[in-house]
């Protein structure tokens, strides 16, 4: 089952002379519990992808359906919900909520929709991030490392459509970055979670399932590397 379908996804800035076209009618699917790493160089049209399967930024033209739905119809509160609820954003900086500590950022998304915590999940997941330690403190007081765990488990909360990571590791040390990377693939393993890696490093996209290469705007190869 594709749990994303993209469809002649097409974005393009401005006009005239100075029009830029970021995405050129990409279609590709991921089926569910896929681990799925889309690599290319600044500039190549990556970010934008990520932006508009995110519901970040709405595309020129074209499609894009998590589940089944289709996003691009959606307005902003109908896209911040679905967002929240269906996709695991995981950001090269973090993006943890300065004056919570690493349990409240991981649940957010179940304070923000109001929703009756599971302590059983929720120690499950800090459990396999290592950060049970940690629960009580604020980001401050923690490692790169370790607030990416808290990025982590905050994406996997929900147990989204899919975890969409924006150069994960790309603010760590190698040493990091590896571990990051682990727990990525761990999560793929042991909860089945679809996972959509945006990276510039080919090391780093080596790790995933499959890979698709970007170059202005579209994807010029994608190719299954393990089964």
């Given at each position: 089952m594709a749990v994303l379908e993209v469809k002649e996804l097409t974005k393009i800035y401005?006009?005239?002379?100075?029009?830029?076209?970021?995405?050129?009618?990409?279609?590709?699917s991921v089926e569910k519990g896929e681990f799925v790493a889309v690599i290319g160089a600044s500039g190549s049209g990556k970010s934008t992808l990520m932006n508009q399967i995110g519901g970040i930024d709405h595309p020129t033209s074209g499609s894009v359906r998590i589940d089944g739905r289709e996003i691009t119809e959606m307005n902003e509160d109908e896209l911040a919900i679905f967002r929240r609820r269906n996709v695991g954003m995981i950001y090269q900086f973090y993006n943890l909520i300065p004056t919570l500590t690493a349990e409240e950022n991981i649940i957010l998304p179940w304070m923000l929709d109001g929703r009756k915590e599971n302590r059983k999940k929720l120690y499950e997941?800090?459990?396999?991030?290592?950060?049970?330690?940690r629960a009580g403190h604020l980001p401050g007081e923690m490692s790169g490392g370790q607030q990416q765990r808290v990025s982590i488990g905050r994406a996997l909360?929900?147990?989204?459509?899919?975890?969409?990571?924006?150069?994960?590791?790309?603010?760590?040390d190698s040493k990091t970055g590896g571990e990051i990377m682990d727990l990525l693939k761990y999560s793929n393993q042991m909860f089945n979670q679809t996972i959509l890696l945006i990276t510039h490093d080919e090391k780093i996209a080596l790790q995933a399932d499959r890979i698709m290469?970007?170059?202005?705007?579209k994807i010029i190869s994608d190719e299954v590397i393990k089964r």
């Open positions: 401005g006009e005239g002379e100075s029009e830029v076209v970021a995405l050129d009618h990409v279609s590709f997941i800090m459990k396999a991030l290592g950060l049970t330690a909360i929900n147990a989204p459509a899919f975890v969409l990571a924006d150069e994960p590791t790309g603010n760590l290469t970007m170059s202005d705007g």
